[in-house]
Nanobody, 124 residues
Framework: VQLQASGGGVVQAGGSLRLSCVAS????????TGWFRQTPGKEREFVAA????????YYPDSVKGRFTISRDNAKNTVYLQMNNLKPEDAANYYCAVSSGVLSSIRDFQMYKYWGQGTQVTVSS
């Protein structure tokens, strides 16, 4: 199983980035998928999640209205569109897949496979 994340970079505050994560070696359409972020010394933070059939999405208040998660099961790919980026959004962003129950979709410990991370830097 491999998850390959890409799309990170350096952007000014207020700018946008679109992250992508391509999965291989698993039946992607059977997994809920999420994005998390982490900065040094802090616990991995939930950013967004989408159900396996894309009929529902989940966000914390910190990114709601600015970030949008989507997926294309035909391409085994999940996306994270990030708009109006703030300096506090700077982190290493990880994609992951989970076969756990829906109630745990925000819990990083319930995710089985992880991508390698892509760095997002936001300058003020």
């Amino acid at each position: 199983v491999q998850l390959q994340a890409s799309g990170g970079g350096v952007v000014q505050a207020g700018g946008s980035l679109r992250l992508s994560c391509v999965a291989s070696g698993l039946r992607f359409s059977t997994y809920n998928t999420g994005w998390f972020r982490q900065t040094p010394g802090k616990e991995r933070e939930f950013v967004a999640a989408i159900r396996r059939n894309a009929d529902n999405t989940y966000y914390p208040d910190s990114v709601k209205g600015r970030f949008t998660i989507s997926r294309d099961n035909a391409k085994n790919t999940v996306y994270l569109q990030m708009n109006n980026l703030k300096p506090e959004d700077a982190a290493n962003y990880y994609c992951a897949v989970s076969s756990g129950v829906l109630s745990s979709i925000r819990d990083f410990q319930m995710y089985k496979y992880w991508g390698q991370g892509t760095q997002v830097t936001v300058s003020s």
